[in-house]
Structure formats: structure tokens, C-alpha cells
């Protein structure tokens, strides 16, 4: 049986959502909101608000219009949960320098070769 939107799973087997899951569904859900708000200060000042005022209806325009790019940035903006700067780039020798920069801890060469 399909759950009701937005109700979390309970029961056996059960997934547990993680901080990072949780925290991109919250900024899916806040783009969602914004666009859907743009879409309605574009229908309602197209349809309804001009014919009573044109100037009220082309200041919603004008707000609409800004929504977009402000729901983007939210959508896309990287949080402190986030772990971008140390993925590895797939480049042994980047990855150790950085690695050491970063100081992460990794075996010494020559503990390597002896271990050889």
C-alpha cells in the first residue's frame, strides 16, 4: 500500500533518511515553494489583478520575474554538511598532496616500500 505524501515510513525495513538526504529534500521543497509562488504572482496578475489594476499587476510581474534566480541559488547553494572539497579528483599524485595539506592521515613511503 502507497503512503500518503509526506508521511515518513514506519514499520520493519524502513529507511532512516540521513542529515544529507534530508537537508537536499528541504531545499527541494523550499525551490518547489518558490517556483510555484512565481507561477502564481504570474497567473493571478495575468487573469485577475489587471483587470482591476495594470500597475499592481506589472509590480507582481516584476517580483515574479525575481524569484527564479534567488530559487535557483537556494537550490544550489552548498551547506557546511557538505563535502565537496575533499572528493577525490581520481588523480593519485592530487589526491596525496592534498590529502597532506588537508592533514589526513596516510602511511609514509617508506613504510610502503617495506611493506613490500
Given at each position: ?31 518547489f515553494w518558490m517556483m510555484g509562488a512565481c ?14 489594476s495594470v500597475p499592481a499587476a506589472i509590480a ?47 602511511p609514509d613511503r617508506k613504510d610502503r616500500d617495506?611493506?613490500?
Open positions: 500500500m502507497a503512503r500518503p505524501f509526506g508521511l515518513p515510513a514506519t514499520g520493519r525495513g524502513a529507511r532512516v533518511r540521513s542529515y544529507a538526504e534530508g537537508v537536499y529534500a528541504r531545499r527541494r521543497r523550499v525551490y507561477m502564481v504572482l504570474f497567473v493571478g496578475a495575468f487573469a485577475v489583478v489587471r483587470l482591476f507582481m510581474c516584476v517580483v515574479a520575474m525575481l524569484i527564479p534566480p534567488v530559487a535557483a541559488m537556494v537550490a544550489n547553494r552548498r551547506g557546511p554538511e557538505d563535502r565537496w572539497w575533499d572528493d577525490p579528483t581520481g588523480d593519485k599524485q592530487s589526491d596525496e598532496w592534498w590529502d597532506e595539506l588537508d592533514g589526513k592521515k596516510r617495506r611493506d613490500e
